[in-house]
């Protein structure tokens, strides 16, 4: 069993930035994912075991950025130069063990309680 927390986000005007953490209980491959309302989750960006393997969607990569503090098993989502189409529900998930692609929900079986972000126009 692996626990996420999930902090940060909130309310911002396009172009500004947000950031987004989440720590979990145990070491883990981790990712975030995005899902906006009558919309479907979306990945957003992962991160590899050693934190040095990252991805990123295309709508997101240039602005933000993943990293990952393995001495506290925090993850951390940078987001820069965001705009209103980024606003969704954002979720952090872990697994200790991937299989597959790094990209894929469900490829993972912990995820955050969520945080909305939200940009406004």
């Known amino acids: 069993q692996v626990q996420l927390v999930q902090s940060g986000g909130g309310l911002v005007q396009a172009g500004g930035s947000l950031s987004l953490s989440c720590t979990a209980s145990t070491r883990a491959f981790m990712a975030w994912f995005r899902q906006a309302p009558g919309k479907e989750r979306e990945p957003v960006a992962a991160?590899?075991?050693?934190?040095?393997?990252?991805n990123y969607a295309r709508a997101v990569e240039g602005r933000f950025t993943i990293t990952k503090d393995n001495a506290k098993n925090t993850v951390y989502l940078l987001m820069n130069s965001l705009k209103p189409e980024d606003t969704a529900v954002y979720y952090c998930a872990a697994t200790p063990v991937l299989h597959g692609d790094m990209f894929a929900g469900r490829n993972y079986a912990y995820w955050g309680q969520g945080t909305q972000v939200t940009v406004s126009s």
């Open positions: 991160i590899g075991w050693s934190g040095s393997l990252t």
